[in-house]
Nanobody, 126 residues
Framework: QVQLVESGGGMVQPGASLRLSCAAT????????MGWFRQAPGKEREFVAS????????KYADSVKGRFTISRDNADNTVSLQMNWLKPEDTAVYYC???????????????????WGQGTQVTVSS
């Protein structure tokens, strides 16, 4: 049974940094691309970042390019999202998910992902 557990959220001021982590169990982690998505109140879930199974390729939403960095540790079955220069519009619940596909490349297509975590709240406010 695949399980994803996110952690690292919190409340910070604009310009601050946070690092989110997602621990995965129940799968051969390195085979699959992983993604981070977020959902703000009243809005649809949106893509944030994705990383290939091997960790060598990435994809980012335009809104976070240059500020967020996705990484993974296949020895530890974790995927992380380093978020710098946070803005109020980054406020959302952040979710990680697995791209269960024969293709281990990153993608922004939400329907490609399965087994979403429970989410971790990130609030950016002064």
């Amino acid at each position: 049974q695949v399980q994803l557990v996110e952690s690292g959220g919190g409340m910070v001021q604009p310009g601050a940094s946070l690092r989110l982590s997602c621990a995965a169990t129940g799968l051969t982690f390195s085979k699959y691309a992983m993604g981070w998505f977020r959902q703000a109140p009243g809005k649809e879930r949106e893509f944030v970042a994705s990383i290939s199974g091997g960790g060598g390729s990435w994809k980012y939403a335009d809104s976070v390019k240059g500020r967020f960095t996705i990484s993974r540790d296949n020895a530890d079955n974790t995927v992380s999202l380093q978020m710098n220069w946070l803005k109020p519009e980054d406020t959302a619940v952040y979710y990680c998910a697995v791209r269960f596909s024969a293709f281990s490349s990153p993608t922004s297509i939400a329907t490609e992902y399965r087994n979403w975590g429970q989410g971790t709240q990130v609030t950016v406010s002064s």
